[in-house]
Every structure is written in C-alpha cells, then in structure tokens.
Nanobody
Framework: VQLQASGGGLVQAGGSLRLSCAAS????????MAWFRQAPGKGREFVAA????????YYSDSVKGRFTISRDNAKNTIYLQMNSLKAEDTAVYYC???????????????????WGQGTQVTVSS
C-alpha cells in the first residue's frame, strides 16, 4: 500500500492550499483516511478524517470551519482544502489510512497502519 501526498507549498496568511493524497495497492473500501500534521518540535496532530462507508467527516477544533476534507472514491484519493491559513498551520502534513478503525480511534496517529511521505505547508505571516 502506498499513499502519495502532494500539494504543499508556501502561502501567505489568509491564503489557501489544497492537498491531495492518492492511495494505491488497496481500496480501503470500509476504512478511514485522514490528515495529520507535525510542526517542528511537536507531536503529530490530528487534522481531519473521512469514513468512506458513511461519508462522515471529523475535524480538530483548530481547523474546523477553515479546512475541508473530501474524497474521490473512484480515484481512492482524499483532499484537504485549507482556507484562511494561519502561521500556526505551518507543519508537515501527512495522510494516513486504515481499513478498520472505530470512531474513538481516528484522532490517534498510532492507530493508523498506512502513512504517506508528508508534504510541507508553510504559512508566512
């Protein structure tokens, strides 16, 4: 299984970016795909998740209302639309996937079996 993340870059505060994560090698038909981020010197932080079967989405409080996770099941790809970016959003963003997670586990990085390589997002103030 491979997860390929892309779309990071440098943007000014208030701007937008769209990240993509394409999964190959497995369909994750009933699983969850998610985004985490890690800023320098900090742990990996949950950002957003999407369940394929229900279409339900979940967000951290820090990004709710600014970020939107979506997915294209035909392409086995998830996206993270990031609007109104702030300097504190600067981090390496990782996509993650797992075929069998319950809701109570989705915000914990250790529960995910598959990870992408990360893409850097830098927001200048």
């Amino acid at each position: 299984v491979q997860l390929q993340a892309s779309g990071g870059g440098l943007v000014q505060a208030g701007g937008s970016l769209r990240l993509s994560c394409a999964a190959s090698g497995r369909n994750f038909r009933n699983g969850v795909m998610a985004w985490f981020r890690q800023a320098p010197g900090k742990g990996r932080e949950f950002v957003a998740a999407s369940f394929r079967s229900s279409g339900n989405t979940y967000y951290s409080d820090s990004v709710k209302g600014r970020f939107t996770i979506s997915r294209d099941n035909a392409k086995n790809t998830i996206y993270l639309q990031m609007n109104s970016l702030k300097a504190e959003d600067t981090a390496v963003y990782y996509c993650a996937a797992d075929s069998n997670l319950v809701l109570s586990s989705i915000r914990t990085s250790q529960h995910y079996d598959y990870w992408g390589q990360g893409t850097q997002v830098t927001v200048s103030s």
